[in-house]
């Protein structure tokens, strides 16, 4: 049983870096670099990494619920 939450944290970790790593990758699609004033590179750098961590979250955080609800609905019956 221990076992178990061990490989869930893993899992975990693992699902939220997948999550924000693909944030990332697709928020560089975006043209935000226009929305900045010049020489402000560290400045859009940070608003990418920032924005890729909290969609990455949001994400990550939506498939282990509906894991978890998955899990559950066992239960029910």
Not at 17 to 33: K, M, N, V
Request: aromatic share 16%.
């Amino acid at each position: 049983m221990i076992e178990s939450f061990g490989q869930e944290a893993l899992f975990s970790m693992f699902l939220n870096l997948f999550c924000i790593g693909l944030s990332f990758w697709a928020l560089q699609s975006l043209r935000l670099d226009q929305l900045f004033r010049k020489n402000q590179v560290a400045r859009a750098r940070m608003l990418y990494l920032l924005l890729s961590i909290a969609i990455g979250s949001a994400v990550s955080s939506f498939f282990l619920n509906y894991l978890q609800w998955a899990r559950q609905l066992p239960l029910l019956f």
